[in-house]
């Protein structure tokens, strides 16, 4: 099953906004609202930012926001800072039971 | 506080077998769907196997199907996965990943282990 599309880099300077999408299909993103974002640093293991779209899980800070149109997914950072650099993967649940990733974004903060 | 902990990677031949082992802590295994996530060197993540918190439920990435298996044994608060016919696609950080409170609905992965690495090599 292909991954979902994200953006290979995306860069901001501090205290600017980025958007990083996520792009499916109606068998995953379009199809159910179970659509999460995770960080990595290197070394690390993930964790989870948003879940079902838009939810922020407690302890994640308000600067990060999801939302969805259609078959595509967004994360947004606000007001950047240091440490949010890192790479971002999306998650959806699809029509076949499975789960699916995203390639995954680099967050560049310049 | 949660914690996963994984065990059991390690160097393998093409065609071998290996078996994975998650230790998990803080909070009631049984009560939780589980998953397994796995991370080749340098790529992006991929999802391998799912179960259901009483482990009547499984579901696998197709690029797996036939050659691992995932199982838990609540009272001994583990999770596993046994891997077989493993080929060089197979090397990889393995992830054992915490899944939903089984009675809520949707997707997702609100913690995960550190990881135990699989090399597939002759």
């Known amino acids: 099953q292909t991954a979902l599309s994200q953006p290979a880099s995306v860069s901001g300077s501090p205290g600017q906004s980025i958007t990083i999408s996520c792009i499916g299909t109606?068998?995953?993103?379009?199809?159910?609202?179970?659509v999460s974002w995770y960080q990595q640093h290197p070394g690390k293991a993930p964790t989870l930012m948003i879940y079902d779209v838009s939810n922020r899980p407690s302890g994640v800070s308000n600067r990060f926001s999801g939302s969805k149109s259609g078959n595509t997914a967004s994360l947004t950072i606000s007001g950047l800072q240091a440490e949010d650099e890192g790479v971002y993967y999306c998650s959806s649940y699809t029509s076949r039971t499975s789960g699916l990733f995203g390639g995954g974004t680099k967050l560049t903060v310049l | 506080e949660v914690q996963l902990v994984e065990s059991g990677g390690g160097l393998v031949q093409p065609g071998g077998s290996l078996r994975l082992s998650c230790a998990a802590s803080g909070f009631t295994l049984s009560d939780y769907n589980m998953n397994w996530v796995r991370q080749a060197p340098g790529k992006g993540l991929e999802w391998v196997s799912y179960?259901?918190?009483?482990?009547?439920?499984?579901y696998n990435a197709d690029s797996v199907k036939g050659r691992f298996t995932i199982s838990r044994d609540n009272a001994k608060r583990s999770l596993y996965l046994q891997m077989n016919s493993l080929r060089a696609g197979d090397t990889a950080v393995y992830h054992c990943?915490?899944?939903?409170?089984?009675?809520?609905?949707?997707?997702?992965?609100?913690?995960w282990g550190r990881g135990t690495l699989v090399t597939v090599s002759s």
């Open positions: 990943a915490r899944g939903l409170y089984y009675k809520e609905s949707g997707w997702y992965f609100d913690f």
């Open positions: 179960i259901s918190g009483s482990g009547s439920t499984i």
């Open positions: 109606s068998s995953d993103v379009g199809g159910y609202n179970y």
